[in-house]
T-cell receptor, first 116, second 114 residues
Framework: DTEVTQTPKHLVMGMTNKKSLKCEQH?????MYWYKQKAKKPPELMFV???????INESVPSRFSPECPNSSLLNLHLHALQPEDSALYLC???????????????FGPGTRLTVL | KQEVTQIPAALSVPEGENLVLNCSFT??????LQWFRQDPGKGLTSLLL?????REQTSGRLNASLDKSSGRSTLYIAASQPGDSATYLC?????????????FGEGTQLTVNP
């Protein structure tokens, strides 16, 4: 099974709302990622969790708050977002190797977020 | 800082044609390189992964090559079909201070016409 699942598929929220995006994988991968993707652009890395610890934060605004409850789950908590945060949010996972490398990275289908 | 460039940005071909997509990267100290396809509004589907020690990988009608010393990779698609229409993204995994990360190119938008 090489599947990464994400819920919800679509989300519309106001600027004062609090919502969460969820991601799950059952491949036994110990690295999980959040990316943001705008139309006709490549994915931009937001956060990396490695062995359930936050290892990379690409200077993401604090209105985005990641959480990794266990090795299979990754959440992204959203609060006080701006309309420019509207985008496709992608989750991914991979298995770290022994020398800092990683095996194949798999992506979920994404959550289409619209902020009004 | 790793930079990845993909040429061409867009490509339109008739069905049945063989085609080559190009990817170049500035720092040859990579762990691996991965090719993805993305359909509009969807997630990324992994096509091929080439480790830094490998020269090529094949999957069905797809063949990817890697020349690490010159910082280049190509994705060869044989006998193209309308279902191959998508955006193809090249990504290289490089070391960073806190581990490693993928750096993506801007993609090649492929249209295969029936």
């Amino acid at each position: 099974d090489t599947e990464v699942t994400q819920t919800p598929k679509h989300l519309v929220m106001g600027m004062t709302n609090k919502k969460s995006l969820k991601c799950e994988q059952h491949m036994g991968h110990r690295a999980m990622y959040w990316y943001k993707q705008k139309a006709k652009k490549p994915p931009e890395l937001m956060f990396v969790y490695s062995y359930e610890k936050l290892s990379i934060n690409e200077s993401v605004p604090s209105r985005f708050s990641p959480e990794c409850p266990n090795s299979s789950l990754l959440n992204l908590h959203l609060h006080a977002l701006q309309p420019e945060d509207s985008a496709l949010y992608l989750c991914a996972s991979s298995q770290p190797g022994l020398a800092g490398d990683h095996n194949e990275q798999f992506f979920g289908p994404g959550t289409r977020l619209t902020v009004l | 800082k790793q930079e990845v460039t993909q040429i061409p940005a867009a490509l339109s071909v008739p069905e049945g044609e063989n085609l080559v997509l190009n990817c170049s990267f500035t720092d040859s100290a990579i762990y691996n390189l991965q090719w993805f396809r993305q359909d509009p509004g969807k997630g990324l589907t992994s096509l091929l992964l080439i480790q830094s020690s490998q020269r090529e990988q094949t999957s069905g009608r797809l063949n990817a090559s890697l020349d690490k010393s010159s910082g280049r990779s190509t994705l060869y698609i044989a006998a193209s079909q309308p279902g191959d229409s998508a955006t193809y993204l090249c990504a290289v995994r490089s070391r960073v201070a806190s581990g490693s990360r993928l750096t993506f190119g801007e993609g090649t938008q492929l249209t295969v016409n029936p």
